[in-house]
């Protein structure tokens, strides 16, 4: 090996070792980055020469610049964030739902219930009394009052639901587009032998993010692509650098229908079941409409029992056919539509029986004991009113309780998958610091081989002279 092969070598050295203490102080600068990959410089020997039929090594040489990557830790971590997305969507707007039903620290509903009939058990001590009467009327109102505040806090908490969807589908289209575009980046730096390291790692960040807002699929193709897929139907999301869109029919104002316009494909018409469009769907649609649709139930129960036996009573007057709150046709709307039939007053209250005797309390005793019979639903009755309430109360808090822990194991399990990810991906300083330390004596050494040539050479022509 002559003089100028050494020189090439601690050159090549040089520039190698260059290379790999700036890959390493890029680790150590992205340290805290989000879904930032180290990399590693993958090092082997260069192509051997042969001098006087002996094979001589030429130095070293980069192969490559790898990330460390694991696609089936991606995968899960993609599963385990649909799914808590999901449950974090559930429980949070539970959460926010459940005050309405605290009997605890507010007079609602469920008192509200037991106060009226109270007030027509105590009218009974006295039909004629005027202020048992208003007694009866005043606890009449606060229930309609109850009636009235929980509707509306359901109906604002739909239509909450309904609304967040405009946001929520322009940040997935945000999020699927950017993929689309790293993809096209990603491919046009690696045809010319680029390194598109940190990009990749970009969009993996991006299909974690979206994997938290819907439910998706994902595969990587040879030419470093990423195609994207929707689990709730298997429609393209992104194919290549095409990217689909999310869009909102609000034909119905109230509820919006949730269209996918896929890559290269036509509009259709989804109902998302993941992530937390699928949750807000499903609030929107079903688990509040469910909760609103007891209160209704019990509303028009309450108006068709008391209702019935009132028109049956008189009044001090004679009065009959009276009803106490006003009729309601359907189920649907009854507890935003509860209230007092305007023809009531204090003095057309029918506690009498008996038109003859004015003073007589059957009717409203037979009010009174509405409050143990079985009158939830109407037309078929299977429960008292207090403990249809009761019942939907506890349903409430077991689905409060049982999403919170829900929340809690999903936290955990992601968290134990993003740990893993950092101990086979995220940066070490430890081991970037002793990388740094190698590669700079390793420059050092290249440096002192070029010395050492030079001065071997120098030594050569001081002998020709």
């Not at 010319?192 to 998706?216: C, H, T």
Request: proline share 3%.
């Amino acid at each position: 090996m002559g003089l100028s092969a050494a020189l090439e070598i601690g050159k090549n050295g040089l520039n190698i070792y260059s290379i790999a203490q700036n890959v390493t102080g890029e680790n150590i600068a992205n340290v805290n980055t989000p879904g930032y990959s180290r990399q590693k410089v993958v090092l082997e020997s260069a192509p051997s020469t042969t001098a006087n039929g002996f094979p001589l090594g030429t130095g070293v040489k980069i192969t490559s610049i790898q990330r460390y990557y694991d696609g089936l830790l991606q995968q899960q971590l993609v599963n385990s964030q649909t799914t808590q997305g999901f449950d974090t969507t559930k429980s949070t707007v539970l959460q926010q739902v459940e005050p309405s039903f605290n009997e605890v620290a507010n007079d609602g509903i469920g008192t509200a219930v037991a106060n009226y009939f109270s007030a027509w058990q105590d009218l009974t001590l006295n039909p004629g009394g005027s202020s048992e009467r208003q007694v009866v009327m005043t606890r009449a109102q606060i229930l309609t009052d109850n009636f009235h505040s929980v509707s509306k806090a359901l109906n604002d908490s739909i239509s909450t639901q309904n609304a967040s969807l405009v946001p929520l589908t322009a940040s997935i289209n945000s999020t699927i587009n950017n993929i689309a575009k790293l993809n096209g980046q990603i491919k046009s730096t690696e045809l010319v032998n680029g390194n598109a390291n940190e990009m990749r790692d970009q969009r993996d960040q991006l299909i974690r993010n979206l994997s938290s807002q819907i439910g998706i699929s994902f595969t990587e193709n040879s030419d470093g692509t990423t195609d994207v897929k929707y689990a709730d139907t298997g429609a393209a999301l992104v194919t290549g650098t095409t990217a689909g869109a999310f869009s909102l029919d609000t034909t119905n104002p109230n509820s919006s229908v949730v269209q996918l316009t896929p890559a290269g494909g036509a509009l259709t018409t989804v109902t998302p079941t993941t992530g937390q469009l699928g949750a807000t769907v499903a609030l929107r649609d079903t688990i509040i409409p469910g909760y609103l649709s007891q209160i209704d139930t019990l509303a028009k129960s309450i108006t068709d029992a008391v209702n019935t036996v009132h028109s049956t009573g008189f009044s001090p007057t004679g009065g009959t056919g009276q009803n106490f709150f006003t009729p309601q046709a359907a189920v649907a709307g009854s507890a935003a539509a509860f209230s007092i039939d305007p023809g009531l007053n204090v003095n057309t209250i029918a506690a009498s029986g008996n038109a003859l005797l004015p003073g007589d309390n059957s009717n409203a005793l037979a009010i009174a004991q509405l409050t143990n019979a079985s009158t939830v639903p109407s037309g078929a009755p299977s429960a008292t009113f207090s403990s249809f309430y009761s019942s939907l109360v506890s349903k409430v808090g077991l689905d409060v309780a049982s999403s919170k822990t829900t929340v809690s194991q999903d936290e955990a399990f992601t968290n134990q998958l993003s740990t893993l990810r950092e101990s086979n991906s995220g940066v070490s300083l430890d081991e970037e610091l002793t990388n740094l330390i190698k590669y700079q004596q390793s420059y050092q050494a290249s440096a002192k081989l070029i010395t050492t040539a030079t001065a071997m050479m120098d030594t050569a022509l001081g002998m020709i002279q």
